[in-house]
């Protein structure tokens, strides 16, 4: 039989039930983990220990969970802020500032085709982390813009915003191959 | 709301890109760093017990139980306070002592 994150999250709630929230992890394990893992540019055990992190608050705050959003965004919610605090600890917003415009690939738009053979992975990370965040959420985990903006705690146009902005970037940056991938 | 246009390239990729991340004991170390639960669960319903256990004595020592007056029907019509105050008591003491009870046994489940 499976129950559904409502009948979880309620068993959590009444009886601290330790399976009921392991049942929840399970379900949601891998996109939260590979949310963190696009966030932290690819830093596996970083984004793993914030995933912990992660599911460590939502046992934690699990009673100020209300419904009105789905469970999963909520718990994307909780490691947007927990991939901020780290963020901050390590200064890597204020780092960001400069990768957000990588001078060889927006200043040379005529250097060989070899620097900019980029795959979409590697694109990704140097988008800012606002961009970055907005075109996982939307693009690749299928959010609504009004999911993500409650996630981000942003205005809906911001995420709008960042995610085309976002997109018009990885276009730019991908390799020819890409764009022969896309004329074909 | 927003849904990935069918001919972007683009968000085509993106999804391709999004696969699904084995377990790989994740959520055992989750589960494992939670709070474990308190070991000491008996203590509350014993607690709960004990008190109810002993104001309950305390009171059953206090009644003038040789003094208690007869409970008929004229008297629960009359509303006889100095007829009913006395029975009043028991039945509080003996509530009380069956609702420690309950809620002692509810708290073990």
Known sequence: MSFTDADLIARVLSHKDQNAFGELVRRYQS??????????RGDLHLADDLAQETFLKAWQKLQTFRGAAKFSTWLFGIAFNEFCG????????????MAESPPELEQSPTAPSS???????????????NERAAVVLCCQNGLTHEETAQILGC???????NVLRGKEKLRRWLSPAYKNYESA | M????????????LRDQNQYIEDNGF?????????????????????????????SGLAILWLPWKNLPALDLESLHSL???????????????????????AAVQLED
């Open chain 1, 155 to 161: 205005p809906l146009g911001t995420v709008k915003t």
């Open chain 2, 2 to 13: 927003n849904r990935p246009e069918e001919g972007d390239t683009l968000d085509a990729l």
């Open chain 2, 80 to 102: 006889n306070s100095q007829m009913l105050l006395p029975w009043v008591l028991v039945f509080s003491v003996l509530a009380s002592l069956i609702w420690g009870i309950i």
């Open chain 2, 27 to 55: 959520t055992a170390r989750v589960i494992s760093a939670l709070p474990q639960p308190c070991s000491r669960f008996w203590l509350r319903p014993f607690l709960l017990l004990g008190t109810t256990t002993i104001g």
């Open chain 1, 31 to 40: 996109p939260v983990r590979a949310f963190l893992a696009r966030m932290t």
């Open chain 1, 86 to 97: 780290a963020a901050r600890q390590k200064k890597e917003l204020a780092l960001e500032e």
């Open chain 1, 115 to 129: 620097n900019l053979r980029l795959d979409l992975t590697e694109a990704l990370k140097l988008l800012n982390s």
